[in-house]
């Protein structure tokens, strides 16, 4: 696969390609190609491209530092963001570099005696992205961009209604009454172009500048094209203005400015109103934590916190760490970690996560956890890296909108050409070309799939699913069948002892014998182990040679009580017969639905255990909910065949397979794949791998305190098994939105552009068609978050 020259990312689908120096090179989108150039002219090609060794910089010796946070603008991809921090990165001095491409922010660790960071950061715009330093990190500068918007728009709309009313009250009757030369009117046309430039220069300024930043790249955008057009109208009618003998089109300037800049600040409320479930998951860990320096507490940075630091968290409050309570009682909500609503009372040796509200109460905590290795800060982690990834569509989308911003120009410019042609006049034909650059709307193409992304991503986080992989998103709308696994999945995985039985042979104490099993399982995380030695009364005995044959049992060796192999499992690995009242007694229990685990050694059947767990309670409601979307589900279990049944008739299954192993749930998921069929499966990281990396997504639970280690596509953070048909009916619900952007994109310029260039769409109307398309798409991106 290629990666691409300037950030390393694997390149899926049709890399960009540019000729730098003689050379082709090849780019996972537009942005790091442009970024490529640009470091090419500055002479920074080395410093942003990913150094192998780079890393060992980190590790120098620690010196005095400091850490700035800045905000980011003019990313186009995850790309842009590793390309900028490998700039911070390479200067010396900068210890450590973290860019957010979804949060457009970032944090250097620098020493300050060796840096400068304020023109360090000055190097990022020299690649076309603006770094501001953030006094605390918020939102401040993404606010101040929204004001200097409204800003602009406001300049816009009070020279444009002077600009207006002279021309409805005065302009238009005079140039209708055929006057172009009077002195009246020339006056006038003075007047209004004096009123028109500040509306130009000034409410223009962004798009101007847009437009500037493209050319320089040697690339065209939506700047590009309204720059072109209000550009074109200014100059015709500046030289009309000196010239005299004709009509002048500052009206056209002054409204298409107007309506533009009234388009971008909705649409810019509109991000921000998509972006913010996830600014709140952001903001969930706090900044600033209480820190016990010297027997007072202080206020530090988060980030600053160690291991054994003593941090209190005021009533009120998020705790900023993992900490043990070391005084102090309270009643905590950990609904954003756990999904459970009640608050669960605290008290001294308990915990308290990342993220959670104390509400009643202070609580003195120790941290126990290293700020990065919280759950919530690794769920944040995940999703800021979802977030920038780039879903196949949308890369199609930036291509296509480069190409399509230079076909709007050639439009244009033959449509100039055509009206001339035809005989009609320079404004004529002047004005029939602005209306094709204005009316035209690549930023709805562009626009289109990220703001339905960002949206769901926000929506699906804070519910408690997170997205490992966007692609993934896309395959969850398609899905036909979804295989589960039964312990853990659709049972809750708390196991419990319910009975013991030993063969006639077997010389061990019941006690004894629980012993020997427990000591064999004490190296399994799997709940039938953790039901045996909780069990277990007597101290665990060492064991030797460990083994896990996953799916089917463990074993160890015993140098004390019986000196040989124990296994633990299915009766397949035991290897044995039972005794036929041992057999009967097995057989009970498995019609009761309970797990039975063979025990054996010299190939023997000993005995064996009987555990219960129960149906998880939302297992049966959601399996009904996926019958009715016309997705099949299936248990795949290792268990054995009659407890499979019984759990599947509890569950009201209807498609279940006992005695399977690892593998051969793989297996049956690729048979159904070469049926054509999309399979989606959710089990536990651990016993299912095989299966999970076979199935079209993956989904696992990590109900506990760590999302680490997670390496499905989908990983739930509170194990609430109805977050499975809403994944699913969300990921159908995002791609018809996406779908209908596109299409509306496609549809709008089909129609306008063509009418623009016949001279049927005037530069005005043609103004505010283009701001409500994009508004239109905007507005159907947010739709997402009201369901
Ligand atoms: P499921 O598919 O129901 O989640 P697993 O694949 O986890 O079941 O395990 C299948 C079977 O393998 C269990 O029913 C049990 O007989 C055996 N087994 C797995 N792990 C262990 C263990 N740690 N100790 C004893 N038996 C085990
Ligand atoms: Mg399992």
């Excluded at 990313?75 to 490998?86: D, F, K, P, T």
Aim: charged share 20%.
């Amino acid at each position: 696969m290629l990666s691409c020259d300037l950030c390393g990312m694997n390149i899926s689908g049709n890399p960009v390609i540019e000729v730098v120096n003689h050379e082709e090179k090849h780019f996972c989108c537009q942005g790091c190609a442009k970024a490529y150039k640009k470091a090419h002219e500055a002479g920074m090609v080395s410093d942003i491209q990913q150094k192998i060794g780079s890393h060992t910089k980190q590790e120098k010796k620690e010196t005095s530092e400091d850490a700035v946070y800045f905000s980011l603008h003019g990313m186009w991809c995850a790309g842009c963001a590793s390309a900028a921090e490998n700039v911070l990165k390479n200067q010396a001095g900068v210890k450590e570099a973290n860019i957010s491409f979804a949060a457009e922010r970032g944090k250097v660790i620098f020493d300050p005696g060796i840096v400068n960071i304020q023109s360090t950061l000055e190097k990022l715009d020299k690649l076309g992205y603006q770094a501001n330093v953030l006094d605390s990190i918020s939102d401040r500068k993404i606010e101040r961009k929204q004001e200097n918007t409204l800003l602009q728009l406001i300049v816009s709309l009070a020279f444009g209604m002077q600009v207006m009313l002279i021309y409805l009250v005065q302009l238009y009757p005079l140039y209708s009454a055929g006057d172009f030369i009077s002195q009246n009117v020339r006056n006038l046309q003075y007047l209004v172009w004096a009123l028109c430039t500040p509306i130009l220069l000034v409410g223009g300024f962004s798009f101007l500048k847009g437009a500037w930043r493209a050319a320089i790249a040697r690339t065209a955008t939506m700047d590009t094209l309204v720059a072109l057009g209000t550009i074109s109208a200014y100059s015709y009618s500046s030289y009309i203005a000196i010239t005299g003998g004709g009509e002048t089109y500052f009206d056209s300037v002054a409204m298409i400015t107007t309506f533009i800049m009234l388009g971008r600040y909705l649409e810019a409320i509109g991000g921000s109103q998509a972006r913010k479930d996830i600014r709140q998951l952001l903001n969930l860990q706090p900044d600033l934590a209480w820190k016990k320096i010297g027997g007072q507490f202080q206020q530090v940075k988060s980030e600053m916190l160690a291991i054994e630091d003593i941090v209190l968290i005021k009533p009120g409050e998020r705790a900023p760490i993992d900490g043990q309570v070391l005084y102090g009682q309270a009643a905590v909500d950990e609904a954003i970690l756990t999904g459970e609503s009640s608050p669960v009372e605290k008290r001294p040796g308990d915990q308290v996560f990342a993220g959670s509200m104390v509400l009643d109460a202070p609580l003195e905590t120790q941290v126990v956890r290293e700020v990065g290795g919280t759950k919530l800060s690794q769920i944040t982690r995940i999703v800021e890296e979802t977030l920038s990834q780039k879903p196949p569509i949308q890369r199609l989308a930036d291509k296509a909108s480069a190409y399509f911003a230079f076909g709007i120009i050639s439009i244009a410019v033959l449509t100039v050409a055509g009206w001339l042609l035809f005989g009609h006049g320079l404004g004529r034909a002047v004005l029939s070309g602005v209306s094709v650059l204005v009316v035209s709307c690549p930023c709805a193409l562009g626009l289109a799939t990220p703001l339905a992304i960002t949206v769901t991503i926000g929506k699906t986080s804070q519910a408690g699913l997170l997205i490992r992989n966007l692609e993934s998103l896309e395959t969850a709308a398609g899905i036909q069948r979804i295989v589960f696994d039964k312990t853990g999945t659709l049972t809750r995985g708390e196991m419990e002892v319910v009975d013991i039985q030993q063969s006639a042979h077997n010389p061990l104490m019941p006690d004894e014998f629980l012993q020997i099993v427990a000591s064999v399982e004490q190296y399994s995380e799997h709940p039938i182990a953790k039901a045996i030695i909780r069990r277990n009364k007597k101290p665990l005995l060492p064991v030797k040679n460990f083994e896990i044959q996953r799916g089917l049992g463990v074993r160890a060796d015993f140098g004390k009580v019986i000196n040989t192999t124990l296994k633990v499992g299915t009766l397949a690995y035991i290897q044995g017969y039972p005794s036929a009242r041992l057999e009967t007694e097995a057989q009970k229990r498995s019609e009761l639905g309970q797990t039975v685990i063979w025990v054996g050694w010299e190939n023997a059947v000993q005995g064996f255990l009987a555990l219960r767990d129960e149906p998880e309670e939302l297992a049966k409601p959601m399996l009904l909910e996926l019958n009715a979307m016309e997705i099949t589900p299936v248990m795949l279990s290792g268990d054995n065949v009659v407890t499979t049944r019984v759990i599947a008739e509890e569950l009201g299954l209807t498609e279940f397979q006992g005695n399977c192993t690892p593998e051969e749930k793989a297996q049956k998921i690729k048979s159904w794949q070469e049926e054509g069929q999309k399979v989606a499966m959710v089990g536990d990281g651990v016993n299912d791998a095989p299966g999970l990396a076979q199935s079209d997504v993956s989904i696992t639970v990590a109900g506990g305190t760590t999302v680490a280690g997670e390496t499905s596509d989908i990983i739930l953070t509170r194990s609430d098994l109805n977050l499975i048909p809403w994944l699913i009916k969300t990921s159908k619900l995002t791609r018809k939105i996406i779908i209908q952007n596109i299409g509306w994109a496609f549809a709008y310029n089909l129609v306008t552009v063509p009418l623009a260039s016949l001279g049927i769409i005037s530069p005005v109307i043609a103004a505010i068609t283009m701001a409500s398309s994009s508004l239109l798409v905007v507005g159907n991106s947010l739709r997402l978050r009201r369901k």
